[in-house]
């Protein structure tokens, strides 16, 4: 299973209470109400969708959306990031 674009923003709109289209991929997602819980419910998830390499600490180290895409295609691919 994987995890698609779509899909990870819709999840991080999801725990933000924000529509998609709402989010600014380029500012820091803790600017736009993300705090440590939701990112753990969102590693949680991912990692159920299949992105079983993912871990708090490298999301949390650059929280832009743009970011998160960029590092799951990585890991889904099989490469490496570097945190």
């Given amino acids: 299973m994987s995890l698609s674009t779509e899909q990870l923003i819709a999840d991080v709109a999801d725990v933000l209470y924000l529509e998609p289209a709402e989010i600014d991929y ?12 939701r990112l753990m419910d ?18 949390a180290e650059d929280s832009r959306l743009g970011h998160w895409i960029e590092v799951i295609e990585k890991l889904q691919a099989g490469d490496e990031v570097a945190s």
């Fill in 42 to 59: 969102l590693v949680e998830r991912w990692r159920t969708a299949g992105v079983d390499r993912i871990d708090f600490i490298t999301l």
């Fill in 26 to 37: 380029e500012l820091s997602l803790r600017d736009q109400g993300m705090d440590s819980v």
